[in-house]
């Protein structure tokens, strides 16, 4: 298949109030908008459809009728038009940047550098995992089959918008379902550059087809819907419960990639002064909106005030601001719910008594306008505190003392979540140990590269089902026995 040459340079009003559903651009059943707002300044810079359950019923039937021929597609065929979707993200990488900086606040920096990269590399993966997956394999006359499940629903969250879309969207097609998405309506303007560029790829009509709406009335349709097969939701604990709970009549597949809590244990023979800094700039990434985030340091108590001293000065060089500029690293807290709440747990870590190391309540200095945040660190933080067991999702670090190894384990493990953890440590084998301590989905020794194949997903109230790689992959298959299926 070739690729359409016509594409959209920009948010198109037009399309902004329309959903992509069967090949087409289409106005919603019943005529409703939601507004889109500039994190960095409180502006609203667009609006978008807002979809009922009437689109839902559209969307699906789109995806429904597509899937015979979408899933008998060869899997090379597939694996092209997959590769024609990752080559235009690469092409349009620019314009994709300042709609993630534009309806989230990313800095533009990160947003090019990571958001991006990041996604595309879900795309890339999914076209390559075509060439060699075994789809059937024959041992002792059966033969197990694993084919596409079906119509898959997928709800995506505000934090890494295109991200996200590509880690469900690009396995899910690659596997030969066909998908309905729903991405959040606080950052949905990536999501329908996202669809244009699937639509100029060459994927059949209904093989993706895109909702926007509130998770209320859009999610709550497809959850519940009779005639999708799988529902795969990124998003808070309270929202991936309400999905679960609608699904659950029509026995679909859930996967569910939730909250977290994240440790990182520091342990005695660490380097410190390289540690520190990594974990705090790791915490802080993407302003802390990250649900694998390690927001809990666990240090020696005997090395505490020094690790407070590195976490303030490397906080101190944080440069927060216009996402815009190419001196920012961080931006601004991706909506007003979410400003909110990182100030109300702040206040919450001062009100229970948790050392203030550096930053605190309050907007950044110098901003009267835009939802900016202090990166502030918390010391002498005790695991049973609110800021070290709910999710914060900000730019904010409990840092809390252990004196012994099993304790910092302990400490680690001390959370209803299990989604990331880090362990650093000159002794690798120390490390392993913890890591296989550790009750958590991912867990990263030493800050090491990012590894698209690794799975992610969680244990506990986490999630569950895994994304990336082989095992993402293979969320979106069905298992198939044929016995007596000869040699």
Not at 65 to 78: L, M, Y
Not at 111 to 126: D, I, N, S, Y
Request: glycine share 10%; hydrophobic share 45%; charged share 15%.
């Amino acid at each position: 298949m070739t690729t359409h040459s016509s594409h959209s340079n920009s948010i198109d009003p037009h399309t902004s109030q329309r959903f992509y559903i069967d090949g087409q651009w289409v106005s919603p059943v019943i005529p409703a908008s939601l507004p889109v707002v500039n994190p960095a300044d409180e502006t609203v810079v667009a609006q978008v459809a807002r979809g009922s359950a009437a689109d839902v019923d559209r969307a699906v039937a789109a995806a429904r009728a597509a899937f015979a021929g979408w899933s008998a597609t060869p899997a090379a065929v597939r694996a092209q038009v997959i590769g024609n979707i990752h080559a235009l993200i690469l092409e349009r990488k620019e314009q994709l940047a300042q709609a993630l900086s534009l309806e989230m606040g990313a800095a533009i920096s990160f947003a090019r550098a990571m958001q991006v990269p990041l996604a595309a590399e879900h795309v890339r993966v999914a076209r390559d995992l075509l060439s060699s997956y075994p789809f059937q394999t024959v041992e002792g006359g059966t033969a197990i089959e694993r084919e596409a499940i079906g119509v898959c629903g997928l709800i995506t969250p505000w934090n890494w918008p295109l991200y996200q879309i590509t880690a469900k969207v690009a396995p899910a097609i690659a596997a030969g379902c066909t998908v309905v998405l729903k991405p959040s309506e606080l950052s949905p303007l990536s999501a329908l550059l996202f669809a244009q560029l699937v639509h100029d790829a060459g994927l059949p009509p209904g093989v993706f087809n895109l909702v926007n709406g509130s998770g209320a009335e859009v999610g709550a349709a497809m959850a519940a819907h009779s005639d999708i097969d799988m529902i795969s939701i990124t998003g808070s604990n309270r929202a991936g419960a309400l999905v679960a709970q609608a699904a659950a009549p029509t026995v679909k597949r859930v996967t569910q990639e939730l909250g977290g809590k994240s440790p990182n244990i520091l342990l005695p023979d660490a380097d410190f002064a390289k540690a520190v800094p990594l974990g705090v700039m790791s915490a802080f990434r993407n302003v802390g909106q990250s649900c694998s985030a390690p927001t809990r340091m666990i240090v020696p108590k005997h090395r505490l005030a020094e690790v407070e001293a590195l976490a303030a000065a490397t906080v101190e060089a944080i440069v927060v601001g216009d996402p815009q500029s190419e001196d920012t690293v961080l931006g601004p807290i991706a909506n007003e719910a979410q400003f909110n709440r990182v100030q109300a747990m702040i206040a919450a870590g001062l009100d229970e008594g948790a050392k203030l190391v550096c930053g605190g309540p309050g907007r950044v200095a110098g901003f009267d306008k835009g939802f900016y945040t202090r990166p502030t660190v918390f010391s002498e933080v005790q695991s049973g505190m609110r800021i070290a067991q709910e999710e914060i999702f900000g730019p904010v670090l409990c840092i809390i003392a252990y004196d012994s190894v099993d304790e910092a384990v302990a400490i680690a493990n001390d959370t209803v979540y299990g989604l990331g953890a880090h362990v650093q440590g000159r002794d690798l084998e120390l490390a392993r140990a913890v890591a296989s301590r550790i009750r958590a989905g991912q867990v990263h020794l030493n800050h090491p590269a990012w590894n698209p194949m690794a799975p992610f997903g969680g244990y506990k109230r986490s999630g569950n089902g895994r994304e990336y790689g082989v095992q993402g992959f293979e969320e979106y298959l069905e298992t198939k026995a044929i016995i007596g299926f000869g040699e």
